[in-house]
């Protein structure tokens, strides 16, 4: 559905430049729901959602039947940037194992940050628990893409079971996100080191 009072296609500059496309409802309203839930857990209410993103609560829905859609609908929007913060490059040349590790380093690094809340497809799936919750539904796609890449790299870097290996990457990744957030501190290392024991356990060279 379409934003019945679309905002102008541009804002005007004051340089004189090219003004950029200004961002309609619909992305506003998803880009404060993916903040504010990650942020504050998806228990935030309407009001404070539409009040942060500067929507009325009419227009809201008028674009998605209700929350649980929202809630859905900014995950999927938040998580191509996600995993592209999370993933090397599709062509960046490095061995499987490399790349492989290029997700944990990715991950060590976004712990240590003050404002870490976890994997943000996870923390939404246990908020919401149930697993045909439209979140639930988002968040087990991406997570299954994410256990995708890491056996597509264990074929290419010959380990023994890629399959299993790459469910076990899953659980490190997930595992180490949770005690990141669960102890208040950064991982100093351990979803590296532990990644690191599965690859060599499963064959992938150093």
């Given at each position: ?116 809340r976890g994997c943000p497809l996870v923390s939404a799936a246990v908020e ?79």
């Open positions: 559905m379409t934003d019945p009072t679309p905002a102008p296609a541009t804002t005007p500059s004051p340089t004189g430049a090219t003004p950029a496309p200004r961002a309609s409802t619909r992305d506003r309203l998803l880009d404060a729901a993916a903040e504010l839930f990650y942020r504050e857990g998806v228990g935030v209410g309407i009001e404070t959602l539409c009040r942060t993103a500067g929507v009325s609560k009419r227009s809201m829905y008028q674009l998605f039947a209700g929350k649980d859609e929202v809630v859905a609908a900014s995950l999927e929007r938040a998580a191509p940037a996600y995993e592209a913060y999370l993933l090397p490059p599709a062509a960046d040349g490095r061995p499987p194992r490399a790349r492989i590790m290029h997700v944990f380093e990715r991950l060590e690094e976004a712990a240590a940050a003050p404002d870490f919401v628990k149930s697993p045909e919750h439209p979140a639930s539904v988002v968040a087990r796609r991406r997570k299954d893409a994410l256990t995708a890449f890491f056996q597509q790299e264990a074929e290419r870097g010959g380990a023994e079971d890629p399959a299993l290996l790459a469910r076990q990457l899953t659980v490190v990744f997930d595992g180490s996100s949770a005690r990141a957030v669960v102890q208040a501190c950064g991982l100093d290392g351990l979803a590296v080191a532990t990644a690191s024991a599965l690859l060599d356990g499963a064959g992938l060279p150093a």
